[in-house]
Nanobody, 125 residues
Framework: QVQLVESGGELVQAGGSLSVSCAAS????????MGWFRRAPGEEREFVAA????????YYADSVKGRFTISRDNAMNTVYLQMNMLKPEESAVYYC??????????????????WGQGTQVTVSS
């Protein structure tokens, strides 16, 4: 049974940094991409970043480029999202997802098969 467990969400001040993690288990993820999405209250789910297990290629939403970094630890089956210069409008539940989207679909939530429960990130102004 595939499990994705996020952790690390907390309250942080605007301009601050935070790292969230996603521990994956239940299968091998070769050929998979791991994505981070977020959903703020009343908003649609939004793509944040993704990384492919096999080659480590990374992808980012334009809004986070230069501030967020996604990385993976193959030995630990864990994906990280380092977030710097956080903004209040980035307060949301951050979700980890696993799937096999094609390059053009890496930012599409419907292309991911497995989802975690989410971790709350709150950025105070």
């Amino acid at each position: 049974q595939v499990q994705l467990v996020e952790s690390g969400g907390e309250l942080v001040q605007a301009g601050g940094s935070l790292s969230v993690s996603c521990a994956a288990s239940g299968r091998t993820f070769d050929g998979y991409a791991m994505g981070w999405f977020r959903r703020a209250p009343g908003e649609e789910r939004e793509f944040v970043a993704a990384i492919r297990w096999s080659d480590g290629n990374t992808y980012y939403a334009d809004s986070v480029k230069g501030r967020f970094t996604i990385s993976r630890d193959n030995a630990m089956n864990t994906v990280y999202l380092q977030m710097n210069m956080l903004k209040p409008e980035e307060s949301a539940v951050y979700y980890c997802a696993a799937g096999r989207p094609s390059y053009g679909n890496i930012n599409k939530a419907e292309k991911y098969d497995y989802w975690g429960q989410g971790t709350q990130v709150t950025v105070s102004s």
